[in-house]
């Protein structure tokens, strides 16, 4: 294969991987009924007068499946770190003993983890549609190179077996997703 055609294929071949990451990374922050530290990486706070993410002015730790716990760095961001919390939306009631803030996670409801199995589907077809692109992309390429028939016809059908290939990853990454979700 000419070296041409092994870029458009390698350049494919990195932004199916790309949807595979940000597909893996949006799972993560749906929760599929056990705590974890993930939870709260969408959560800023007002920190010296400009918005930091919790995890950069706290540890957050998960004690056990069904707590987290928030331990700043300096105890006078306690009320700020609470208050932002229950800021992001997340439905949780952040609890302060003064020394940490105490999350309790509750246990999903049925209609809650059919909400969140649709909300990681959703993601996954998102992923499948960037990775339907980058073959898209990569064809258009390929067509504009001035290569053999028999040189593209081959280039073509390797996206195609690649794009498969990224296709089937996310059905499994969802499943995976879907089972740990809807696991009471």
Avoid: C
Avoid at 111 to 117: K, N, S, W, Y
Avoid at 149 to 176: F, G, H, P
């Amino acid at each position: 294969m000419n070296e041409e055609v092994t870029f458009v294929i390698d350049t494919a071949h990195e932004s199916m991987e790309g949807a595979i990451s940000h597909l893996e990374k949006a799972l993560v922050k749906i929760r599929a009924g056990k705590a974890s530290p993930a939870m709260l990486s969408s959560v800023m706070v007002e920190y010296y007068g400009s918005q930091t993410p919790l995890s950069q002015v706290s540890n957050i730790n998960t004690p056990d499946a069904r707590t987290i716990s928030v331990q700043p760095w300096e105890k006078s961001m306690l009320q700020e770190i609470e208050t932002s919390i229950m800021n992001a939306n997340l439905g949780f009631n952040p609890m302060n003993n003064g020394e940490m803030v105490i999350i309790n996670v509750p246990p999903l409801t049925e209609e809650r983890r059919i909400q969140l199995a649709k909300q990681a589907k959703a993601e996954a077809e998102e992923a499948k549609v960037s990775v339907r692109s980058a073959r898209q992309e990569a064809n258009k390429e390929i067509k504009q190179l001035e290569i053999s028939e028999d040189l593209e016809k081959n280039a073509v059908i390797d996206i195609q077996e690649l794009t498969d290939k990224y296709v089937d990853r996310i059905d499994k990454i969802l499943d995976v997703k879907e089972a740990e979700i809807m696991k009471v």
